[in-house]
């Protein structure tokens, strides 16, 4: 009988292994251009990690592409907007470049402004953290939604607005037509430390958030706005895959909105529905629910030996 129990004891340790591998497993994104133009979506791997490939490609108006990140993968996406190649096979696009001159940014990072998403999957305590930042600037709305996770603070977040009509005069970005078609941080536009969080007002107690930072923050508040904004804008889940998608569409038109001199008195309206937004917090089972299955049923087989 002592034989049986140690088994059975083994069974369950292996399955709940077993279970628990599946849970720290790689995750999958999926790119979902929403928007009405091809974007190219970026990629760059931490330091030291296995790199997601391909780091760069483009994604067709209302096409999708599903990656697989390698195991404990970091890093970051962005979307490339207006991209061409020139007389001499050079790639550049007018936002997001990564400066490789070809599709693929192999190693490289977006020139701001852009949006980022940033992912740290199985970091601590087995946990994925994710946020968007818009603390090196703004080019496109983003979603990020998990799907399949769970967690306490395992929902969607992004910048849903589309803040480039928006963008204070100080910090637009324009193409040759006179088109807005990003947004700069204070930090890029102006280099003052009190924006940057650098030298005297690099900690947390002196960078405080600015009337600029704080424009982006009004119009999406679960975003990055400015280097600590971390306690509204991180987020983390247990066992999820991720959406992620550019231009995700609204059930109201935005108004336009004036422009501004200043950021002195911000008027964004953000007044939008997102489809499916409140759809893709958490509604997943979760994991140990399927550990407790396990358990049970076989505590109810040592019972009718």
Known sequence: MAKLFLSISLLILAISQSLFQGVKSSASFTFINKCDQTIWPGILSNAGIAALQPTGFALQKGETKVLHAPSSWGGRFWGRTHCAEDSDGKFTCATGDCGSGTMECSGAGASPPATLAEFTLDGDGG????DVSLVDG????????????????CTYTGCMVDLNGACPSALKV???????????SACEAFGDQEYCCSGSYGTPDTCKPSSYSQLFKTACPRAYSYAYDDKTSTFT???ADYQVTFCPPSTTSKKSTEEQATPATPQLNTGMVYEGADQMENHAAPWYTHIQGVIMAVVMVVALL
């Not at 703004?138 to 603070?153: D, E, I, K, Q, R």
Request: charged share 10%.
């Open 138 to 153: 703004y080019n496109l709305p983003m979603l990020v939604a998990p799907t399949g996770g769970s967690g306490h603070n």
């Open 174 to 184: 324009m193409n040759a037509d006179g088109e807005g078609v990003a947004c700069k």
């Open 127 to 130: 946990m994925d953290f994710f």
């Open 237 to 239: 889940c247990t066992g």
